[in-house]
């Protein structure tokens, strides 16, 4: 087999800053999954052709013909055997257009036609946690929890067309656009897997820049953009880019190429999106649920931003209040990771402690020493802050008449925060009834954990529909190279 090329992105999670993080005003508090979309590219054997494949779905190969004309670069989809018509995969072949087009114009005529010499076949794959697994484990006879969706093999098919899976909102086009512009920028030796150790680095600016831009015309409009600084960047706090930077480029036919090279490469015109690290704190862990009532995530953005349109100054003073809660929360988590470092023994001992309290206990409980009592302090006071978090959440839902954090999720958050050792959590991204996300310690001593208690509350809702994805936070930064023999299941499945 010839030498594969694999690239993985993580999925996202936006604890804090939905709405708030399309205006460059405000930021976004990011945490990227360990959920990852990976792309594999290997010879093809036939010259100038590149297949795609996602082998989770049903009638999901796509065919093109990479055509060059000495000045630019065209990628036709290749219609079947027998004259059977290409299926369409707007988000794939502009991906391919737009970054041989950029890699033709960085390499030269020569080494980009010697890349293509053997042609392209590039697969496709998500993680299990992008999609439902409600029906698998049904099927297996296994209970709604974290330790069952373990034994759901790898890349598992999902037995439908992509266009009729159910998704869990990780943010899968973001993920795969980026592995998919990473894996061809490393075929074609624009950049070197050595670029990518860094986070940041000017390869990973390449990316993002290209990634986003791509994304953004595949979906026809420029959005916040943070799904896609994930996927490259991994967990961060993200302002995002001024959108007029990148309209230019978006001005002419989606299917056309233009020159690139000048507006990534320069510092100048490039696109200015901020990204500070973040982390969450050690000893604890994202839980993540997928509630089965689903939200059209357009119509309720659609919707937040007339009202915030016609009732400025109502809508600015709330917007100001929550980015400031937004920050403080980010700073809270930050700040853990500090007293972590300093005082290793201090914070283990207290969350060890913690893990087995509700919130409204910690503080008058943490024995020990004055830097445990910081730790136990902060913890709460970051409870303190995301439930501030959820109620102007549900404040900006009221006034705008949007279902952000509907009284269905707010009983289901208030019975997983009032249970021991859960730090606080929330409706992600746009909120609606699609999905939550909980903080919860993760102690190392024996005994019911915080996780334990909190799948017990999923298992046993009965007025909502939930269950678990497995998600954690990913701890890599961003977009990895990754050896195929490593990802269990990867081989097998290519
Ligand atoms: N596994 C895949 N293989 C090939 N193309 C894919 C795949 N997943 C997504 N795409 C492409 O991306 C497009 C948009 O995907 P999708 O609607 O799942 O993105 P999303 O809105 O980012 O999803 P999410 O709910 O995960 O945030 C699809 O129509 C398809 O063109
Ligand atoms: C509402 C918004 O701020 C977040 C949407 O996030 P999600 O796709 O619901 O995770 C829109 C955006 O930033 O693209």
Same mark, same amino acid.
């Given at each position: ?63 093109? %013909? ?16 027998? $004259? ?10 502009? @991906? ?21 010499? +053997?042609? &392209? ?20 006879? &296994?209970?709604?929890?974290?330790? *069952? ?8 098919? %999902? ?7 159910? !998704? ?101 015109? @490039?696109?200015?999106?901020?990204? +500070? ?12 649920? #997928?509630?089965?009532? $689903? ?10 931003? !007339?009202?915030?349109?016609? %009732? ?6 709330? /917007? ?17 990771? #500090? ?60 006034? *705008? ?30 909120? $609606?009834?699609?999905?939550? /996300? ?11 954990? =915080?996780? %334990?208690?909190?799948?017990?509350? /999923? ?14 936070? *990913? ?10 023999? +490593?990802? =269990? ?6």
């Amino acid at each position: 087999m010839s030498h594969a090329t694999v690239v993985s992105s993580p999925g996202k999670v936006l604890a804090a800053g939905g709405y708030l993080v399309l205006d460059p005003a405000y930021s976004g508090v990011v945490i990227s999954t360990s959920s990852r979309f990976y792309a594999v590219v290997q010879d093809l054997r036939r010259v100038d052709e590149i297949q795609v494949r996602s082998p989770q779905f049903t009638d999901a190969v796509w065919n093109y %013909q990479v055509l060059l004309n000495g000045v630019n670069v065209r990628v036709e989809p290749k219609n079947g055997k027998n $004259g059977a018509i290409a299926p369409k995969n707007k988000f794939v072949q502009l @991906a391919l257009l737009h970054t041989l087009s950029y890699c033709f114009e960085v390499k030269g005529l020569v080494p980009f036609v010697d890349s293509l010499a +053997e042609g &392209l076949d590039v697969v496709i794959a998500g993680d299990n946690d992008f999609y439902s697994q409600r029906a698998k484990l049904a099927s297996m006879n &296994l209970p709604r929890t974290i330790s *069952s969706l373990s034994k759901i093999p790898p890349f598992g098919s %999902q037995g439908v067309a992509l266009s009729d899976v159910h !998704k869990t909102g990780l943010g899968s086009s973001a993920a795969l656009i980026t592995s998919l512009v990473t894996s061809l920028l490393l075929h074609f030796s624009v950049i070197s897997p050595a670029d990518l150790t860094d986070t940041p680095s000017d390869a990973r600016t390449l990316v993002h820049n290209l990634a986003q831009f791509v994304h953004c015309l595949a979906q026809g409009k420029v959005g916040s953009g943070f799904d896609v600084s994930a996927a490259v960047f991994g967990s961060q706090i993200y302002t995002r880019f001024d959108p007029a930077r990148l309209q230019p480029l978006m001005e002419r036919d989606a299917f056309s190429t233009r020159p690139l090279k000048a507006f990534l490469s320069s510092a100048d015109q @490039a696109l200015d999106h901020r990204v +500070e690290p973040f982390k969450l704190p050690p000893l604890t862990r994202m839980m993540l649920a #997928d509630v089965d009532a $689903g939200s059209d995530t357009p119509s309720l953005v659609g919707k937040v931003l !007339k009202w915030r349109k016609a %009732q400025s100054a109502q809508a600015d003073a709330l /917007w100001t209040a929550l980015n400031q809660s937004n920050q403080a929360l980010a700073k809270a988590l930050l700040n853990l990771s #500090d007293l972590y470092a300093g005082h290793q023994t201090a914070y283990e001992d207290v969350v060890n402690q913690l893990a087995s309290l509700a919130h409204d206990q910690w503080v008058a409980s943490a024995q020990g020493s004055t830097e445990g009592r910081q730790v136990a302090q902060k913890f709460f006071e970051a409870h303190q802050i995301s439930e501030d978090i959820r109620a102007k959440m549900r404040e900006m839902g009221d006034l *705008s008449e949007v279902p952000i954090e509907p009284s269905e999720q707010t009983a289901l958050l208030d019975a997983c925060v009032s249970q021991p050792g859960v730090i606080g959590g929330g409706v992600p991204g746009a909120g $609606g009834y699609d999905a939550i /996300w909980l903080l919860v310690f993760e102690p190392g001593v024996e005994g019911t954990s =915080p996780l %334990q208690r909190v799948e017990k509350v /999923w298992s046993t809702y009965t007025a909502l529909d939930v269950s678990p994805l497995s998600s954690e936070e *990913s701890v890599a930064k961003g977009a990895r190279v990754e050896r195929l023999e +490593e990802i =269990p299941g990867l081989r097998d499945f290519i």
